[in-house]
């Protein structure tokens, strides 16, 4: 069982910068695959970025959306990844949640609450 709480959402104006935490609990989850989504109104959960746990050093991607914008991080002694966005645009507003991939006993996936990021132009 792992739990996930984001924080750091807000109201921000365009091309302002933000950093998301989620802060990991319950297993070891900075040895597993994670990620950032988000989900707008009236659109689906969308990949923002992730982070793959690899013994020669994590494997980090970006949706080409925020490439170049959003940095994806992680300290494992503290359990806790993080999002900075940066340049933020009204689209980028959504609900941000982050998720783990645990493999085993059975692989499953787990979710945080979410954290609201509303960007006005």
């Known amino acids: 069982q792992v739990r996930l709480v984001e924080s750091g959402g807000g109201l921000v104006q365009a091309e302002d910068s933000l950093r998301l935490t989620c802060v990991a609990s319950g297993r070891r989850a900075s040895n597993y695959d994670m990620a950032w989504y988000r989900q707008a109104p009236g659109k689906e959960r969308e990949i923002v970025a992730s982070i793959r746990f690899s013994f020669r050093g994590d494997i980090i991607s970006y949706a080409d959306s925020v490439k170049g914008r959003f940095t994806i991080s992680r300290d494992s002694a503290k359990h806790t990844m993080y999002l900075q966005m940066s340049r933020l645009m009204p689209e980028d507003a959504a609900i941000y949640y982050c998720?783990?991939?645990?493999?085993?006993?059975?692989?499953?996936?787990?979710w945080g609450q979410g954290t609201q990021v509303t960007v006005s132009a």
């Open positions: 998720s783990v991939v645990v493999p085993s006993p059975v692989k499953s996936i787990y």
